[in-house]
Structure formats: C-alpha cells, structure tokens
C-alpha cells in the first residue's frame, strides 16, 4: 500500500489515468475561456502558451508532479505547434468545460466532494484503498474454495 506523499500521488494518477482512459466517448474536453498552461513543444521543451476558448483537447493521462500532486495531460485535437498541454491539480476544473463533472461521475461522489485536488485525491485513495481490500477479500475466498476442492471435508486431516 503507498506510503509516502510521492507514492500517494503517484498511485492516484495511476488510478486517474486507467479510469479516464477507459471513457473513451467522453475523453474530449474544451477550454473554457482563454487560459494560461505549460505545454510540450514540438522539440521538447515546455512553454508557457495561452489556450484559446472553444480549444478542443484529447485526454491522454495523469501523472505525478513534483511540485503540484498531480499533472493531468492532453493533446490538442487540431495541430498546434505544440503537442501536449498539461494542467496542474484542479487548474483542468477550471480550465475545461465538463472535466470536474467527469471526475465526479467516475468516483461516484457528488460534485462538491471533488472542489480541490485534495478532496479528490482522498477520494481516490479511500477508493483505492477499498478496492485492494476487496481484491484481497476475492484472493482468500478463492483460496479457501480451492482448498476445499482439494482437501474434501476429510475428517481428521493433518491431525496425528
């Protein structure tokens, strides 16, 4: 189970990432109104660039940052002279028209659960939390029925 704040958030975006990736008719999002971001170049450096309003941009992932908690990443839909713009926490609230409603939706909590990147976060921890123990639940059951299939209700097995 993560540990560390880095181990957290690492494994937040993890979970961020294979969720939202898995929406495929909803990975889509527009800018809201004309927004500052960092962006990846098309040579590898990054640039702070203004996003137009009515931008249209493909979700492709969440990673851990070192500065901020999380970094959410998206590609632009039409060519741009850049190839990745990247929001920083709760910056992608603000920025995209549908994506906090999106995180909602997929955690199943209501919109005000997820107002910051921390509420979020701990949303998705105690998710994921739930999840490992469930997984961990499922394994033992399995195991126990395995070992009944194996063993039968022998009377006195394993007794001298």
């Known amino acids: 189970m993560p540990a560390t704040q880095k ?3 690492e494994a937040v975006a993890k979970y961020l990432s294979e ?3 898995a929406l495929e008719d909803k990975a889509n999002y527009t800018v809201r109104a004309l927004t500052q971001t960092s962006v990846l170049m098309k040579g590898g450096a990054y640039r702070t660039k203004p996003l137009q ?3 249209e941009l493909f979700f492709t992932g969440v990673r851990a940052g070192k500065q901020s908690p999380l ?3 998206f590609e632009p839909v039409d060519a741009q002279e850049y ?3 990247e929001f920083r926490d709760h910056s992608a ?3 995209l028209l549908d994506f906090q409603g999106d995180i909602a939706e997929l955690l199943e909590v209501e919109l005000h659960e997820v107002e910051d990147m921390k509420q979020c976060c701990a949303v998705v921890h105690k998710r994921i939390i739930a999840e490992e123990k469930q997984r961990h ?3 033992a059951a399995e195991k126990a029925r395995r ?3 194996s063993y039968g209700k022998m009377d006195g097995w394993g007794q001298f």
């Open 7 to 9: 181990e957290n958030a």
């Open 19 to 21: 969720k939202l990736g």
């Open 53 to 55: 309003g009515g931008q």
């Open 71 to 73: 970094i959410f990443e």
């Open 83 to 85: 190839e990745q713009v």
């Open 93 to 95: 609230f603000d920025a």
């Open 137 to 139: 639940e499922r394994e």
């Open 147 to 149: 070992q009944e299939e």
